[in-house]
């Protein structure tokens, strides 16, 4: 594999820079715009440089829901009761372990604000509360629970509240036109029309220093090697490093060797520029896991682990349902459901699924998976008792998705399956979205945001954290950057 050099380029090995602009913003996905609209209504004069053809990046195929709360116009329509205190007190708990507290306080108290500005950016976002479990809600609805907010341990500790804001887009259709298009759509017109300019098709290789201060970037553009100068400040935004299976092997091994939610440029390359920096970085070993199986399934059926025990309550957010299977199970898992199971999920979902194997008999099951004689009969026995009576006494499954099993049963081997992932560790980054060196001071002229650092999703995750915190701290990035 050809390793591209990271080491910063000394100031005074560049010969001439080819532009020259306040702000130099490196990738054009959400983290980017946010930060070039902030740093251009500041006045700076802002260059963005996007090494694919286009904006977007992974923003653009995302599900476009986004965590916002406190009781923001949506959940108030919505009927929904929330406050700063309570949307601060679960992420603390459901991000950890090690949530940077005062970036979650800053994110909790400027969440309000922050849905004003994306609306004031053109986002326009849908009405009406989704409650089936699902990755994302259909066309219209405006929020979801989308980090396990009203399931155990949760719901236990704090208020529930739903906090996933969901981008409006027409007909939207996962993968083709995703609501994470239409939030990019308007974050990078909105970028535009506050005045930064961008080019496209530009990668950024190597940060150019003069003394510890970072002072521009080197960049190719087909092959072409140029220097541009940025007279304030570089922001680094350019996502995460789950396309670099080198960093992944490095970083957190159980990531590697499953399937990227995200794209090709994911690869890891502004974190290395900024480590070579100097810059610390946090949660390398964290990632967001999709459990691969349809949350409306996984949410009535019974999880296992490879040797025939639950390990999870399977009505909570299916990340951390992922986390689990992925991080303390290392994959080896099954889903156990009965007909009236398949029925329910095809009437609500529209998506049968076929098992790997169906038995009247759980003994044939637990042979044909490999698990020791009478730990599944035990399982599902214990199960049942407690299901028909509404109650999960093991993990707390909420009494609306409980149901004594019934054969037929079908089993689904999910031991070979890759999860979707992306990482959650990155460049460490003050709450000003300067990066910080290891000895803990900011590193002169430089500053990050989105995937590119470690954020809101410590090593937990939440659905909407990303885009949340990649536009939250993007802006002040943007606007720091252009304070210098
Ligand atoms: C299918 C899918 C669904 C998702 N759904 C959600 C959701 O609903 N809610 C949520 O919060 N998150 C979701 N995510 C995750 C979320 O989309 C990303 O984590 C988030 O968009 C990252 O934003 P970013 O600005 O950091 O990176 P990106 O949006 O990826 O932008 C980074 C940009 O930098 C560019 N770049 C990379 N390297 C360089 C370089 N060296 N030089 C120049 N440019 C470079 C890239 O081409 C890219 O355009 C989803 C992701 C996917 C793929």
Not at 297 to 313: E, K, P
């Amino acid at each position: 594999m050809q390793i591209t050099r990271t080491t910063p380029v000394p100031m005074s090995d560049v010969r001439g820079w080819s532009a020259e602009t306040d702000v130099l913003i490196v990738g054009h996905g959400c983290a980017g715009a946010s930060a070039a609209i902030e740093a251009a209504r500041a006045g700076a004069e802002v260059l963005v440089v996007e090494a694919a053809g286009g904006w977007g990046g992974a923003t653009a195929m995302s599900g476009g829901e986004i965590y916002l709360g406190g009781g923001t116009p949506v959940q108030i329509a919505c009927g929904v009761h929330d406050t700063p205190e309570a949307m601060y007190d679960f992420l603390q708990m459901a991000t950890g372990p090690g949530p940077d507290e005062e970036k979650l306080a800053a994110y909790c108290e400027g969440s309000l604000e922050h849905f004003d500005w994306l609306v004031g950016c053109g986002v326009p976002f849908g009405a009406g509360l989704w409650t089936e479990p699902s990755w994302e809600a259909p066309t219209g609805y405006g929020l979801m629970y989308t980090g396990g907010e009203n399931a155990h341990p949760f719901a236990d500790r704090v208020p529930a509240a739903p906090r996933g804001h969901i981008v409006h887009m027409e007909d939207k259709r996962p993968g083709e036109r995703s609501a994470g298009w239409m939030l990019m759509k308007h974050l990078a017109a909105t970028a535009e029309r506050s005045g930064a300019s961008v080019r496209y098709g530009v990668r950024t290789e190597r940060l150019v220093v003069d003394g510890d201060r970072v002072v521009g970037a080197e960049t190719v553009t087909f092959g072409e090697r140029a220097f541009l100068r940025a007279r304030r400040g570089v922001v680094l935004a350019a996502g995460g490093f789950g396309a670099d299976q080198r960093m992944l092997a490095q970083h957190s091994p159980r990531l590697s060797r499953n399937r990227l939610v995200g794209t090709d440029h994911d690869d890891g390359g502004a974190i290395r520029m900024g480590q070579a920096a100097g810059a610390a970085v946090r949660h390398m070993d964290a990632g967001q896991v999709a459990f691969p199986a349809d949350p409306a399934l996984l949410f009535r059926s019974v999880l296992l682990d490879a040797h025939g025990r639950r390990f999870i309550n399977e009505d909570t957010y299916p990340g951390r349902v992922g986390q689990a299977a992925l991080f303390r199970q290392d994959r080896q898992v099954f889903l156990l459901y009965d007909e009236a199971i398949n029925e329910e999920v095809e009437r609500t979902a529209g998506r049968p699924v076929e098992p790997t194997w169906v038995s009247d008999d759980l003994a044939e099951l637990e042979d044909l998976a490999g698990i020791a004689s009478g730990v599944l009969s035990d399982t599902v026995e214990m199960y049942n008792a407690h299901a028909g009576k509404g109650e999960d006494p093991l993990f707390h499954k909420s009494a609306r998705w409980l149901r004594p099993l019934a054969p037929p049963y079908g089993m689904l081997d999910l031991r070979n399956t890759p999860f979707g992932i992306f990482t959650l560790g990155g460049l460490h980054t003050s709450v000003r979205g300067e990066v910080l060196g290891v000895d803990g001071d900011p590193i002169p002229g430089l500053f990050a945001a989105g995937r590119t650092t470690a954020g809101i999703p410590s090593w937990g995750y939440c659905s909407g954290t990303s885009l949340g915190d990649g536009t939250f701290f993007g802006r002040r990035a943007g606007r720091n950057a252009a304070a210098v």
